[in-house]
């Protein structure tokens, strides 16, 4: 599904350039759900920005479904963006003083996605806030926001959901919670790519990948390790 190729990312120019990425190999199959972990500075947030599509590789080739992705046009990389690829981050990026239900129409919205109100209250009862849907985003506990993310970013049924660091704010049961919610999602069929600096956490992907100083340190199952609902 996913497939990168000495991809190298450098930020800068002359003496002032920053190698983040050195030329990473990397192949992530449909269904696979992978923690990316690794010290500041490894790369890992440069990493996902080029698998959402939110940056180009200096140089090398990232291929979705055999499509080059760095050949996309603009239009269509906010295309694939808004419809391939869901994402959820730490800080939420939710609107505030806004319903969730309008929180998290937002993508459908920007694609004319058919069946909207349908859709909207299918994901939010996926994520347990049935109830909250009229309720504005600072009404609500971490937890809860982080949820609401979660359905925003299911909305469009994307293949992929790459999730950064989406419990870096919250206390240990919001944080199960959450996991748990991934759990599901990914036994759903969606192939998800978290970013987190905590091994427990990354405990409940299949793999966890670790980046060092712009290279693949290491790639490795978790086998029986991995976390259970």
């Given amino acids: 599904m996913i497939q990168l190729k000495k991809v190298t990312k450098t930020y800068g120019e002359g003496d002032n350039a920053f190698q983040a990425l050195k030329g990473v190999d990397l192949n992530i199959e449909k269904g696979d759900f992978v923690a990316i972990m690794g010290p500041s500075g490894s790369g890992k947030s440069t990493l996902m920005n080029i ?8 140089t090398g ?3 979705l479904n055999k499509q080059d992705v760095g050949k996309l046009s603009d239009s269509r990389l906010a295309d694939f963006r808004n419809k391939e690829v869901g994402f959820i981050f730490q800080q939420f990026n939710l609107l505030k003083r806004t319903s969730v239900y309008d929180n998290v129409a937002m993508p459908g ?3 004319g996605l058919p069946k909207l109100d349908e859709r909207i209250r299918a994901v939010v009862k996926e994520v347990g806030l049935s109830d909250k849907l009229n309720n504005k985003s600072n009404e609500l506990s971490g937890g809860q926001i982080q949820r609401v993310a979660i359905a925003r970013a299911l ?3 994307p293949a992929i959901i790459m999730a950064d660091e989406p419990t870096g704010n919250l206390d240990s049961k919001a944080t199960k919670e959450i996991l748990n919610i991934l759990l599901n999602i990914h036994k759903a069929g969606n192939t998800i790519i978290l970013i987190t600096h905590e091994p427990y956490i990354a405990e409940y992907a ?3 990948i670790k980046l060092f ?3 693949i340190e290491s790639d490795k199952k978790n086998g029986s390790r991995r976390r259970k609902l």
């Fill in 51 to 58: 698998l959402g599509a939110l940056d180009k590789p200096t």
């Fill in 61 to 63: 080739t990232y291929l």
């Fill in 109 to 111: 919205l920007y694609g």
């Fill in 155 to 157: 909305l469009m049924e």
């Fill in 206 to 208: 299949q793999r966890t």
């Fill in 213 to 215: 100083d712009g290279l």
